[in-house]
């Protein structure tokens, strides 16, 4: 009994039948990414840790716009 996957197997897989699956996971996503970064601009100011909160935005794909949204946004009014 063979356990190895290789390449080959690779190619028998469907991948258009996972895209109505994909498409809105990434679009979601890219909107979330957008919209947080937008936030993030418009605020720089009042904001604490800029830098820190856009790579938090843009690497940690889309648990890092939630994270702002939900702790980032606190910095602020906190005066």
């Not at 469907?14 to 605020?43: C, E, K, Q």
């Given at each position: 009994m063979?356990?190895?996957?290789?390449?080959?197997?690779l190619?028998?897989?469907d991948?258009?039948s996972?895209?109505?699956?994909?498409?809105?996971?990434?679009?979601?996503?890219?909107?979330?990414?957008?919209?947080?970064?937008?936030?993030?601009?418009?605020?720089?100011k009042?904001?604490?840790?800029?830098?820190?909160?856009?790579?938090?935005?843009?690497?940690?794909n889309?648990?890092?716009?939630i994270?702002?949204?939900?702790?980032?946004?606190k910095?602020s009014?906190?005066k």
């Amino acid at each position: 009994m063979e356990l190895h996957y290789g390449l080959d197997e690779l190619k028998d897989i469907d991948f258009m039948s996972f895209l109505p699956i994909i498409l809105p996971v990434i679009a979601i996503g890219l909107i979330l990414v957008l919209i947080a970064l937008i936030d993030l601009y418009r605020n720089r100011k009042t904001r604490k840790n800029v830098l820190l909160w856009t790579l938090v935005i843009i690497f940690v794909n889309t648990l890092g716009p939630i994270l702002y949204f939900v702790i980032g946004r606190k910095d602020s009014d906190r005066k």
